[in-house]
């Protein structure tokens, strides 16, 4: 049977996942079945969550094991009456931290929300509404106000990236598909000139990148494995030449590519 | 002077980031500077973390906050030993893990890869080019293998959440813009009628609407407020009349329309 857990959180549940799920990989030997709480914002919510997490402690006769990140101590009492494998990972945290700042905390729940500060909500959105109109060199109008300018072969992960830059980082994250024209010239393309410094290199292994590309497109030389070895040897020449930084995408996630970016860039 | 905090992490840090900022709102009348530090996978990334958070405490003459989440012990071992605020998000809870779950913990580093896991990635990669090819109702073609259609009026919302849940939730998830055609027959557009199931409406105060339509197009009926709250009210009545779940999303971030979107349509 697996081990039944719950994340609880008062907003989205994607930290207290996040970390609960990692923690979780540290037992590679027991078989976990994950479900999340969210919005447990007040006390009704979280005697709806007690409830489930006491039901499931009921039919599979082990208690389940509860991570949370509940900000409001009232709440997370209910959560943590009601079963006895209760990690809280917010409120550990709050009595060492008071000894640290020599100062009591405000207690206050949920103080974290998306929309309270509208400027950082307006600046996301524009970064997302620019990063779609740039994408696949869409527009090369204005890429100069990009934040950073993606650059590399056709399929190569570009597209997530920049739209995880926008994202999570609010950054107005363009991109650049290098093809055969930029190739013949061997050189940085004119569009990209006045942009130099906020230009990134990505590559890939052109295994994986015919792969990819064949599920897109099964048929012609755009997935075959010598026309990838080709643009791919291309590009990273190119890189070096314009000395460009550039990064191997192939075993890396998006989060991680965006996040080498915005440190390697030293955006914010 | 704002007082120094760094986020080590041994990948990109997005999560020890939320959860210690969630922790410092606690701390509203202290003002904080702060610092991410991914990557730290190795002892030798570790050292260097170590001379940063040393250097700062050195300069500032008073000890940062340090928050980690390295799952590696020696590579801890090393940010503990530099400082003595240090809030260590992930061995905290490993021991009592270990007494829950009645076994050892692997102290295994970075289990967690994106691309460790390709079926999940190629999931997810598949699910953004899908939501980016059906945005804005582009094509309405195979909009029945959507996971998910947002059904609103032109920029409530529907763009950026759709991308979230992709990304996030690796759900292909689409989305409908209504318009006037659809307002004269106060019905569900033919186009959606055989996705009945997977519609979610999101709706927004006509006030914010027109601010929001106003800096993309100043001129023209598009952006008044009388005309935001015509069509608001027209999505409302089709949306009441139809019996389609539906959000305000006027007050609530990206992230917390999509954890709603999951939860009330019951995505995984």
């Known amino acids: 049977m697996k081990r039944r857990v719950f994340f609880v959180s ?4 994607i930290t207290v996942q996040a970390l609960g799920q990692s923690l979780l990989t540290q037992f ?4 976990f079945s994950m479900r999340t709480l969210p919005f447990v914002k007040n006390q009704v919510a979280a005697r709806n969550a007690a409830d489930i997490i006491r039901a499931a402690r009921e039919e599979d006769g082990v208690a389940p094991l509860v991570f949370s990140t509940l900000t409001d101590p009232a709440t997370q009492y209910i959560i943590a009456d009601s079963n006895e494998h209760v990690f809280d990972l917010f409120g550990t945290f709050i009595e060492p931290l008071e000894d640290a700042l020599g100062q009591e905390s405000s ?4 103080r974290m929300h998306g929309m309270a500060d509208v400027t950082a909500y307006e600046r996301r959105l524009t970064a997302l509404n620019f990063t779609l109109s740039h994408d696949d060199g869409l527009s090369l109008r204005d890429l100069s106000e990009s934040d950073v300018v993606l650059v590399g072969v056709s399929r190569c992960g570009k597209t997530p990236t920049c739209l995880y830059l926008a994202m999570q980082y609010s950054l107005k994250a363009s991109n650049y598909p290098l093809t055969e024209d930029d190739f013949e010239r061997s050189r940085l393309p004119p569009a990209l000139e006045n942009c130099r410094d906020k230009i990134y290199g990505l590559t890939i292994q052109p295994e994986q990148l015919s792969r990819i590309r064949h599920e897109r497109r099964p048929h012609g030389a755009y997935s075959t494995l010598a026309q990838c070895r080709r643009e791919v040897s291309l590009a990273e020449t ?3 030449n314009e000395k460009i930084a550039f990064l191997d995408t192939t075993t890396v996630s998006i989060e991680e590519i965006a996040a080498t970016v915005v440190r390697d860039r030293g955006l914010r």
């Open 238 to 240: 190119m890189f070096r």
């Open 107 to 110: 207690h206050t729940a949920g």
């Open 10 to 13: 008062d907003r989205t549940g």
């Open 28 to 31: 590679p030997d027991t078989q």
